[in-house]
């Protein structure tokens, strides 16, 4: 299954693409003609402060700290996340994930790209790598929507896209034992194939916790990985 696309998820796509090409596009939220997510709502998505916490994005307190990274540094090196994962984006990003909305995939992917100018643009990595779904979700879903970003954004960008990490197994909510067994626990669920270059970015739709980014950082820095960002479309605060 290359990039983690199934063969169902590509003619699943296919649709849609012909659909759009059709047809002439209107905006999902407001309903104006144009693109697919007007000027006026893609200003208003909620957003992440531009100067939050370079390690995870996330608003940082008067003193200039972040809550989070504050008391412990994480294994991965910078965030790249404009939006808030909530209203409309979480309906948009829910509908994409969980009621078969393929065709959100091109706009909330061209989103994430209309925030970076040129000279904003994140620093280039030598390889964007999906974070992985379960092959038990992936087979109910049809789709992984960590690879469809990273397909669009790679393609965008020119980066290559290496589909080298597996989930093994589903990784529930974990409650009880130290937070070195839970993460022991999250980072054996993940294995790694291939070389990769020093400095790599993971892609994915959603960060929560960021407990599966830093599972995946430490696995890829073990691996001999430098740096690791992430590109993140939206993240819970
Ligand atoms: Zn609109
Ligand atoms: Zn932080």
Redesign the pocket.
Same mark, same amino acid.
């Given at each position: 299954m290359p990039l983690g696309l199934s063969r169902r998820e590509i003619w699943r796509e296919a649709p849609g693409r012909f659909v759009s090409w059709l047809l002439p596009e209107s905006c999902r939220f407001c309903s104006a003609p144009g693109t697919a997510i007007c000027d006026d709502c893609h200003r208003e998505l909620p957003r992440l402060p531009a100067d939050? =916490?370079s390690? =995870?994005?996330?608003p !940082?307190n008067a003193d200039g700290d =972040? @809550? !989070? =990274?504050?008391i412990e540094a @994480?294994s991965y090196d910078y965030t790249f996340c404009p939006f808030v994962y909530t209203h409309p984006l979480a309906a948009a990003i829910s509908a994409w994930k969980f009621h078969g909305g393929l065709d959100w995939t091109r706009p909330l992917a061209q989103a994430w790209l209309r925030t970076w100018t040129t000279e904003s643009l994140p620093a280039r990595p030598g390889a964007l790598l999906p974070v992985p779904a379960h092959p038990a979700r992936l087979a109910e879903r049809g789709y992984n929507q960590a690879a469809l970003l990273a397909r669009h954004w790679a393609r965008a960008y020119r980066i290559p896209l290496r589909d080298v990490l597996r989930r093994t197994r589903n990784t529930p909510h974990q409650v009880g034992g130290s937070r070195d067994q839970r993460r022991a626990n999250l980072q054996s669920a993940f294995t790694l194939r291939g070389k990769l270059p020093a400095h790599i970015a993971l892609v994915d739709d959603v960060m929560t916790t960021g407990s599966t980014a830093e599972a995946l950082a430490q696995l890829l820095k073990a691996q001999g990985v430098q740096r690791v960002d992430l590109w993140i479309l939206a993240r819970a605060l």
């Amino acid at each position: 299954m290359p990039l983690g696309l199934s063969r169902r998820e590509i003619w699943r796509e296919a649709p849609g693409r012909f659909v759009s090409w059709l047809l002439p596009e209107s905006c999902r939220f407001c309903s104006a003609p144009g693109t697919a997510i007007c000027d006026d709502c893609h200003r208003e998505l909620p957003r992440l402060p531009a100067d939050g =916490c370079s390690w =995870c994005a996330l608003p !940082v307190n008067a003193d200039g700290d =972040c @809550p !989070v =990274c504050s008391i412990e540094a @994480p294994s991965y090196d910078y965030t790249f996340c404009p939006f808030v994962y909530t209203h409309p984006l979480a309906a948009a990003i829910s509908a994409w994930k969980f009621h078969g909305g393929l065709d959100w995939t091109r706009p909330l992917a061209q989103a994430w790209l209309r925030t970076w100018t040129t000279e904003s643009l994140p620093a280039r990595p030598g390889a964007l790598l999906p974070v992985p779904a379960h092959p038990a979700r992936l087979a109910e879903r049809g789709y992984n929507q960590a690879a469809l970003l990273a397909r669009h954004w790679a393609r965008a960008y020119r980066i290559p896209l290496r589909d080298v990490l597996r989930r093994t197994r589903n990784t529930p909510h974990q409650v009880g034992g130290s937070r070195d067994q839970r993460r022991a626990n999250l980072q054996s669920a993940f294995t790694l194939r291939g070389k990769l270059p020093a400095h790599i970015a993971l892609v994915d739709d959603v960060m929560t916790t960021g407990s599966t980014a830093e599972a995946l950082a430490q696995l890829l820095k073990a691996q001999g990985v430098q740096r690791v960002d992430l590109w993140i479309l939206a993240r819970a605060l």
